[in-house]
């Protein structure tokens, strides 16, 4: 971003080290094979280091001072841990419904299970295993990969819109910024952006997480933005969501009522989280202000 900084890197130094959960510690320049390369980064410049790629940095001497960003990537959004999240609410569920999961253990297990006893031939042993491998190919093939998806983009969602800057406003989009109480079953509308919100079911409940009325201080407020609605706006949320950048008639939204349509795009209105078609211009009023978690007209 400003001045001039020569970067070392090299490759990780164990496997364990290769893509890894969180930062590693800093390695001992004895720990480190030879570098990979040596580039100097100037304004303007982009270098894309894959997870776990141990670099150092240093400006110049008799150089300006320099400063650059780092942007983290893919940081606990892993395979490990989408399973681990399914797993354990599968385990729960698996636990619920089939008392087989809640049996007791052998008797004395511990006298032929563990380490000192991985070399005895004991047919307690063959059962022992049989019954543990057994359980888990079940929990495994009944895994509700999609709901666990879900679950998993609401947990990581939810974060990232809490940890996100409010929307960048262009002039025109300012211009086109519905407002709450100024809509009409006729106006056309769209997200502000593809992510602008998230949908999530929680219980008997339609949480739509958003990042629209977040304010430029980070976590200044309590909690992420979000507005609760009853179960049955999700499937007007959703066509929202999935009709970006199309517009969408109020009209035309699936809800049973036209006070419920109403309801739902005013509320997302409110959260600064739609615009109007061009050619519509909201009139003028004030903007009202939204509180986080603050439940919205049409929701509970």
């Known amino acids: 971003m400003e001045g001039e900084k020569r970067w070392t890197l090299h490759a990780p130094p164990a496997p364990e080290h290769v893509l890894p959960r969180d930062p590693s510690p800093d390695f001992a320049p004895a720990d480190l094979g030879p570098p990979l ?15 776990g790629t141990v670099h150092q940095a240093f400006t110049p001497a008799g150089g300006a001072a320099s400063l650059h960003l780092t942007v983290s990537i893919s940081r606990r959004h892993t395979w490990r841990d989408l399973l681990e999240l399914g797993l354990a609410g599968a385990l729960e ?21 563990g380490v000192l006893h991985s070399d005895r031939a004991d047919a307690r042993r063959a059962q022992f295993s049989q019954m543990a491998h057994g359980l888990l190919q079940r929990l495994v093939a009944s895994m509700p990969l999609d709901a666990v998806a879900d679950h998993f983009v609401t947990w990581t969602g939810r974060g990232w819109m809490y940890d996100r800057m409010p929307p960048h406003a262009t002039p025109d989009d300012a211009r086109r910024l519905a407002r709450a109480g100024s809509l009409s079953l006729a106006s056309k509308v769209r997200l502000r952006s593809r992510s602008a919100a998230r949908l999530a079911v929680e219980g008997d409940v339609a ?23 009853d179960l049955d706006a ?12 199309k517009y969408v008639r ?3 939204l699936p809800c049973e009522t036209a006070a ?9 209105a409110e959260a600064h989280l739609i615009l109007l078609k061009p050619g519509e211009r909201p009139p ?17």
């Open 37 to 51: 390369a040596s580039v100097a980064l100037k304004p303007g410049d982009l270098l894309y280091l894959p997870r």
């Open 93 to 113: 569920e698996a636990a619920a419904a089939d008392v087989t999961w809640r049996r007791a253990l052998p008797r004395e297990y511990e006298s032929f299970m």
């Open 207 to 229: 949480v739509l997480y958003h990042h629209g009325t977040n304010t430029r201080a980070y976590h200044e407020v309590d909690e992420p933005q979000h507005i609760d609605f």
């Open 234 to 245: 999700a499937p007007a949320l959703e066509q929202l969501l999935a009709s970006y950048p």
């Open 250 to 252: 109020v009209g035309a």
């Open 260 to 268: 419920q349509r109403l309801d739902v795009a005013n509320a997302l």
């Open 284 to 300: 003028p009023a004030a903007k009202p202000k939204q509180k986080a978690g603050k439940r919205k007209p049409g929701a509970q």
